[in-house]
């Protein structure tokens, strides 16, 4: 079988041949037990089943429907609109065909030839062709403020079932991932009579997905299966309703009355409150990386003992994580590495097996040694100074997110052994995320984000790129908050994205990762639990801890197309 694997030194890095298809797709469902159901859902074994999902959403729902749009209501993308491949980053796999079956690059990297999937119409009955495919990336091309992403192809189609995307410049092969499996494919016969492509909220949308609008209001919303989907007998469940709550506590309650089918809610003592409840199962999928975020360059701006270098690494060894687990994450989370990557998940990307993982317990000496090296010394309160700078920093989080609450509460005690306060601090989300994209913070507690796939540059980029920072006062869009900049990372980030061959880059991955656990910019704290609860009477073929066929979160795109055309009605 031809190499599916974007990871490839091979040119030919996505040749999809019919029998890896059929195996992709024929997602099978796992059996599951029947039983009652709530008023929310259709009963066991319902050919006309229906289930409803809660994604986070709070308060008035904002129709949008724009697949360009950042503020997109979540089933947009992989529901109603496909990309042209699916990357399951729930688990390390090959990228599963959708609207495209195959793709190669040129040997120089500037230009990359899909090959589209036949037989696939749009949910309005009107043919998918490449030109469709062309379209949406001219689109974005002719309209920059739609290419949130970056992505730089310009794209042709030569027949009906092929399309040539080509970039300016060489060795562009690291902008596969984002173009095949993070961009929504739209219709061109629809999207070019928009006259404003930046601000509809596109009420009608016509995609390929496995579901279609039915209904809109500012509470809850409803897609229908859509008749005419591509893959045969998909999906099984007829229709799927989005709804609003206002608390957590309303999530837990409708999940547990039977009103609720599919939700990701961080439920402390959540194995406690399923005892008894037969029908309700749930998957942990580890995957986000909870770190302080640190404003750290001082030639860009920040001011605070968090520039130091040596603050930033006695932080990292005087935290007890397998302490902070317990008190704030539930002993759901994950072991994290200072490397940013998913022990687990990237264990061929991490050079350096030391680097694999961080401490569980806090190495108090450590931390004093590397406090005491740097000239920080302990005040008559227990607290360092250096030069007359007390070694006292705030924290930022959002108010209501009590699992960071307390991490913060916890962290704040754990770092007074070492002489270090830390002056914790809420704030609404709208501010806290002001602060950290224009640095007007010390340290903020966050996570690493999932990148398109699971190759380390979409990590790396994002966060250690200089080019992805800015001046502090000024917004750092491309995602580096810590204000990083390191010409060594700079380097090794940009060979490593000129190359298709894994050998060199993991070469240049080394050198990252040699730089950023010394520097650490951002200290990893755990990866944090992403918990997600299914209501298995009336479907089955959720995701498991064993079968993690997708990322599972009910907010995730893309990932929630896998799900939506795999689970079938139980019974």
Request: proline content about 6%.
């Given at each position: 079988?031809?190499?599916?694997?974007?990871?490839?030194?091979?040119?030919?890095?996505?040749?999809?041949?019919?029998?890896?298809?059929?195996?992709?797709?024929?997602?099978?469902?796992?059996?599951?037990?029947?039983?009652?159901?709530?008023?929310?859902?259709?009963?066991?074994?319902?050919?006309?089943?229906?289930?409803?999902?809660?994604?986070?959403?709070?308060?008035?729902?904002?129709?949008?429907?724009?697949?360009?749009?950042p503020t997109?209501?979540?089933?947009?993308?992989?529901?109603?609109?496909?990309?042209?491949?699916?990357?399951?980053?729930?688990?390390?796999?090959?990228?599963?065909?959708?609207?495209?079956?195959?793709?190669?690059?040129?040997d120089?990297?500037?230009?990359?030839?899909?090959?589209?999937?036949?037989?696939?119409?749009?949910?309005?009955?009107?043919?998918f062709?490449?030109g469709?495919?062309?379209?949406?990336?001219?689109?974005?091309?002719?309209?920059?403020?739609?290419?949130?992403?970056?992505?730089?192809?310009?794209?042709?189609?030569?027949?009906?079932?092929?399309?040539t995307?080509?970039?300016?410049?060489?060795?562009?092969?690291m902008?596969?991932?984002?173009?095949?499996?993070?961009?929504?494919?739209?219709?061109?016969?629809?999207?070019?009579?928009?006259d404003?492509?930046?601000?509809?909220?596109?009420?009608?949308?016509?995609?390929?997905?496995?579901?279609?609008?039915?209904?809109?209001?500012?509470?809850?919303?409803?897609?229908?299966?859509?008749?005419?989907?591509?893959?045969?007998?998909?999906p099984?469940?007829?229709?799927?309703r989005?709804?609003?709550?206002?608390?957590?506590?309303?999530?837990?309650?409708?999940?547990?009355?039977?009103?609720?089918?599919?939700?990701?809610?961080?439920?402390?003592?959540?194995?406690?409150?399923?005892?008894?409840?037969?029908?309700?199962?749930?998957?942990?999928t580890?995957?986000?990386?909870?770190s302080?975020?640190?404003?750290?360059?001082?030639?860009?701006?920040?001011?605070?003992?968090?520039?130091?270098?040596?603050?930033?690494?006695?932080?990292?060894?005087?935290?007890?994580?397998?302490?902070?687990?317990?008190?704030?994450?539930?002993?759901?989370?994950?072991?994290?590495?200072?490397?940013?990557?998913?022990?687990?998940?990237?264990?061929?990307w991490?050079?350096?097996?030391?680097?694999?993982?961080?401490?569980?317990?806090?190495?108090?000496?450590?931390?004093?040694?590397?406090?005491?090296?740097?000239?920080?010394?302990?005040?008559?309160?227990?607290?360092?100074?250096?030069?007359?700078?007390?070694?006292?920093?705030t924290?930022?989080?959002?108010?209501?997110?009590?699992?960071?609450?307390?991490?913060?509460?916890?962290?704040?005690?754990?770092?007074?052994?070492?002489?270090i306060?830390?002056?914790?601090?809420?704030?609404?989300?709208?501010?806290?995320?002001?602060?950290?994209?224009?640095?007007?913070?010390?340290?903020?507690?966050?996570?690493?984000?999932?990148?398109?796939?699971?190759?380390?540059?979409?990590?790396y980029?994002?966060?250690?790129?200089?080019?992805?920072?800015?001046?502090?006062?000024e917004?750092?869009?491309?995602?580096?908050?810590?204000?990083?900049?390191?010409?060594?990372?700079?380097?090794?980030?940009?060979?490593?994205?000129?190359?298709?061959?894994?050998?060199?880059?993991?070469?240049?991955?080394?050198?990252?990762?040699?730089?950023?656990?010394?520097?650490?910019?951002?200290?990893?704290?755990?990866?944090?639990?992403?918990?997600?609860?299914f209501?298995?009477?009336?479907?089955?073929?959720?995701?498991?801890?064993?079968?993690?066929?997708?990322?599972?979160?009910?907010?995730?795109?893309?990932?929630?197309?896998?799900?939506?055309?795999?689970?079938?009605?139980?019974?």
């Amino acid at each position: 079988m031809t190499d599916m694997t974007p990871r490839t030194t091979r040119r030919r890095v996505l040749a999809a041949v019919a029998a890896a298809t059929a195996a992709a797709l024929a997602l099978t469902a796992c059996s599951g037990g029947a039983g009652g159901t709530g008023g929310g859902s259709s009963a066991p074994g319902d050919k006309d089943a229906s289930i409803t999902v809660f994604n986070g959403s709070t308060g008035t729902i904002n129709e949008n429907w724009n697949p360009f749009s950042p503020t997109a209501l979540q089933p947009t993308l992989g529901v109603i609109y496909e990309p042209l491949f699916w990357y399951n980053l729930a688990e390390t796999s090959d990228p599963t065909p959708l609207l495209a079956t195959g793709a190669e690059w040129n040997d120089d990297g500037s230009e990359l030839t899909v090959t589209t999937r036949e037989g696939v119409t749009w949910s309005d009955g009107e043919p998918f062709t490449a030109g469709d495919v062309a379209f949406t990336f001219n689109l974005l091309q002719k309209t920059p403020e739609l290419n949130t992403s970056g992505t730089a192809a310009t794209a042709e189609a030569t027949d009906d079932t092929h399309v040539t995307l080509t970039f300016p410049e060489p060795d562009s092969f690291m902008q596969e991932a984002q173009v095949l499996g993070n961009q929504a494919i739209v219709p061109e016969h629809v999207w070019s009579g928009i006259d404003d492509p930046i601000t509809t909220i596109n009420p009608e949308p016509v995609g390929t997905g496995p579901y279609t609008l039915k209904e809109f209001s500012s509470q809850s919303y409803v897609l229908q299966k859509n008749e005419s989907y591509w893959i045969e007998g998909k999906p099984s469940v007829q229709e799927v309703r989005y709804i609003s709550l206002d608390t957590a506590d309303a999530a837990s309650a409708s999940l547990l009355a039977g009103e609720v089918d599919w939700m990701s809610s961080f439920l402390p003592g959540l194995d406690q409150m399923l005892e008894g409840n037969e029908h309700i199962s749930y998957v942990n999928t580890p995957a986000l990386t909870t770190s302080i975020f640190t404003c750290s360059n001082a030639d860009l701006g920040c001011e605070g003992p968090q520039t130091d270098p040596a603050v930033r690494q006695a932080m990292y060894w005087a935290l007890d994580r397998e302490q902070l687990n317990q008190l704030a994450g539930g002993g759901f989370a994950g072991t994290g590495s200072p490397t940013l990557l998913l022990p687990e998940r990237d264990t061929d990307w991490i050079a350096d097996p030391a680097h694999a993982t961080t401490p569980a317990g806090a190495d108090v000496a450590k931390a004093n040694q590397i406090l005491d090296d740097a000239g920080w010394e302990a005040g008559d309160d227990g607290i360092r100074a250096k030069d007359g700078e007390r070694l006292s920093m705030t924290i930022q989080t959002v108010s209501g997110w009590s699992d960071y609450i307390s991490l913060n509460d916890t962290m704040k005690q754990q770092l007074a052994e070492v002489g270090i306060e830390l002056e914790p601090t809420q704030l609404a989300w709208n501010e806290w995320n002001d602060n950290q994209v224009k640095g007007s913070y010390q340290l903020s507690l966050d996570s690493i984000g999932l990148g398109a796939s699971d190759n380390p540059y979409y990590t790396y980029n994002g966060k250690y790129l200089s080019a992805n920072s800015a001046k502090v006062g000024e917004q750092a869009s491309g995602g580096n908050y810590a204000r990083y900049s390191n010409p060594k990372v700079d380097a090794a980030i940009t060979a490593a994205a000129s190359t298709s061959d894994e050998a060199e880059q993991k070469a240049q991955y080394a050198i990252v990762q040699e730089e950023i656990v010394t520097d650490l910019p951002y200290v990893p704290i755990y990866i944090n639990s992403t918990l997600t609860e299914f209501n298995n009477a009336t479907v089955t073929g959720w995701p498991s801890n064993d079968d993690k066929y997708a990322f599972a979160a009910s907010w995730k795109a893309w990932d929630n197309g896998i799900v939506l055309k795999t689970i079938q009605p139980a019974g």
